[in-house]
């Protein structure tokens, strides 16, 4: 095997070259906002620009630079469905719950094109369609139950996809099959973002980097309920959001209580011949594995590389170290590419959650949404849309999400010391599942 990087090897994200992060709009705070947003990625953004749109005042204050985080380094897949399954959601919570969640999950996922559309963004948004990729029988079995249930309860399409016909959608002979959605979709996370954010500085939003927030505390007087304490001085504000998901700190204590933040891992390829990418992915559409730890493919929107990640939480630091294990993954799936050198490995941090669901709602007077365990993109935009519409009172802001409690568990700080340990038992039970033989029909 020929040497695993490139000679321009880079472990700074792939879509931050046609999205660089750019400086802000300013290093100050003025004395008070009518919002103070913390976190400058989608749902920040979208809340802020909402906001700002609607005549109110608001700053996004973010820690790093406005775009460091993971809304510029997720892997851009645009879909409707969670890491908690309809079923299980139905067979836990009832069909009235289950039905709620999920239909304002493909509001979500239509609002998220709408609004690209809307908006003029352009960041290569398109219905490419999904392969969910069936690691064993019972996995695909599993899989047919979960999309079959949410076509007759939501009537959401889907093809299933038998072992000998996978290499229709991909040239690998890993898996037992999979599924089809035809419609999901992706974009560039880096774009989209810029988009976002750029729509916001016009709209008179005042984003200011470097400044993390280290305390929010009440404050009476003059309309502003609240004082910010940040790393740059004070300010004061009426509504404050709190937009920060896998970069939550403890300075944000009953938050970090209840996300558990975690890296992500994702590289690029090198430029492909043309006729390669096309034989891994004859179809260009976004992959992602059945395992509840997943691996994820997608082709490059604007080059012709392959993008792709997996090993969760692994707890790798090293660009090389993680290179090495995510080019064995590449191989595995996809042996064509068994000699393609990498050019960009990178990291971002995301957060799940304890009911493994994503949360939008308002605790002693103050807006979150986060915990979006792998569903950020379509997601982040909708809470902050949600989180807007609430702040300026009007009825829309409405959420099935908001619905249930945002749970957590004693003694948790934020610090996820038993991820590796909750990684290990997600391969147990990935391994165990694989082990059963699919029931057969009667």
Known sequence: MTDLLTTDFTDTPYWWE???????SSSTLAPAYDVVVVGSGYTGLRAALTLARAGRSVTVLDKERPG?????????FIGRTLKKAYIDLKAA????????????????????????????????AVRCGRLIAATS????????????????????????????????EMASDLYDGGAVIPDLGSL????????????????????????????????AGQGARFRVTTAVGQTRARDVVIATN????????????????????????????PALLQKQLPHRRTVIDANLDIDF???????????????????????????????GRLRRALPDLADVRLSHVWTGQCAGTFDMMPHIGCHDGIWHGMGYNFAGVPMGSFFGLKIAQRILGQPEGACAFEQAPFPTLPFYRGNPWFLPLAMRYFAWKDARLAQRRPATPA
């Open 188 to 219: 560039h996370p880096g774009l989209y973002h810029h988009g976002l954010m750029t729509r916001a500085l016009a709209a008179g939003v005042a984003i200011v980097g470097n400044c993390e927030v280290t305390a929010i505390e009440p404050s």
């Open 68 to 76: 460091y985080g993971a809304s510029r380094r997720n892997a851009g």
């Open 93 to 124: 919570k009832g069909t009235a719950h289950a039905t709620a969640i999920y239909r304002d999950l493909t509001v979500a996922f239509e609002s998220t094109f709408a609004f690209i559309e809307e908006e003029g963004i352009e960041c290569h």
């Open 246 to 273: 896998g970069y939550t700190t403890a300075n944000l204590p009953w938050h970090a209580r209840r996300v558990i933040p975690f890296v992500g891992y994702m590289a690029a390829t090198e430029p492909l011949p």
């Open 18 to 24: 046609a999205a660089p992060l750019t400086e802000v």
């Open 137 to 168: 029988p019972a996995h695909h079995a599993l899989l047919e139950r979960e999309l079959a249930g949410m076509k007759a309860d939501l009537g959401l399409p889907y093809t299933m996809l038998p072992r000998e016909r996978l290499r229709e």
């Open 297 to 327: 493919f997608r082709p490059a929107p604007d080059s012709p590389r392959l993008l792709f990640g997996g090993a969760t939480a692994n707890g790798l630091q090293d660009p090389a170290a993680i290179a090495a294990l995510l080019h």
